[in-house]
T-cell receptor
Framework: DGGITQSPKYLFRKEGQNVTLSCEQN?????MYWYRQDPGQGLRLIYY???????QKGDIAEGYSVSREKKESFPLTVTSAQKNPTAFYLC???????????FGEGSWLTVV | AQSVTQPDIHITVSEGASLELRCNYS??????LFWYVQSPGQGLQLLLK??????LVQGIKGFEAEFKRSQSSFNLRKPSVHWSDAAEYFC?????????FGTGTQLKVEL
């Protein structure tokens, strides 16, 4: 089935450690996105990529990094510089950068 | 700046009753408009979208939404709610990297 796969679903991290969240899509979409979701705040854009080997900062990029080496993959690294990383992270994709966005199932990150 | 407002944080309805979730947007021009639904701990599922044309849009799961330009609104409706509709609903405006989300409305369904 076509879709967006995020892994792991649940991840625990110790303070000071970097962690990478995986996102893979087989929809042949050009654009991919990472959002952060906190209770009562809706979704906030972290990074997005419109084509391979190119990506742009979103509204809350500080403390995060991404890469886009393949069209299908857009991993997100939460670095130790992110002061409040505990959240629900959603990966998404779209055919173009102004079209309908489709979401993965999300990954929970908890800092312990 | 673009913004999307969902004035109701929580709504409770009885199963079988009708539902209307409100959404207002502030945008430079008529944006693309979307409604998504999210079950606890899951991703967002697209319910419906409006790009242009007929202002009454039909979606999945029996939902519909009406675009009203004069009121800058895009309210979501369902004639008869089922217990499985309990979830959080997000309105969004724009598209791609310019998509702006509301803060969501949590729907509770009483049996």
């Amino acid at each position: 089935d076509g879709g967006i796969t995020q892994s792991p679903k649940y991840l625990f991290r110790k303070e000071g450690q970097n962690v990478t969240l995986s996102c893979e899509q087989n929809l042949n979409h050009d654009a991919m996105y990472w959002y952060r979701q906190d209770p009562g705040q809706g979704l906030r854009l972290i990074y997005y990529s419109q084509i391979v080997n190119d990506f742009q900062k979103g509204d809350i990029a500080e403390g995060y990094s991404v890469s886009r080496e393949k069209k299908e993959s857009f991993p997100l690294t939460v670095t130790s510089a992110q002061k409040n990383p505990t959240a629900f992270y959603l990966c998404a994709s779209s055919i173009g950068d102004s079209n309908t966005i489709y979401f993965g199932e999300g990954s929970w990150l908890t800092v312990v | 700046a673009q913004s999307v407002t969902q004035p109701d944080i929580h709504i409770t309805v009885s199963e079988g009753a009708s539902l209307e979730l409100r959404c207002n947007y502030s945008y430079g021009a008529t944006p693309y408009l979307f409604w998504y639904v999210q079950s606890p701990g899951q991703g967002l599922q697209l319910l419906l979208k409006y790009f242009s044309g007929d202002t009454l849009v039909q979606g999945i799961k029996g939902f519909e939404a009406e675009f009203k330009r004069s009121q800058s609104s895009f309210n979501l409706r369902k004639p008869s709610v089922h217990w499985s509709d309990a979830a959080e609903y997000f309105c969004a405006a724009g598209g791609g990297n310019k998509l702006t989300f509301g803060t969501g409305t949590q729907l509770k369904v009483e049996l």
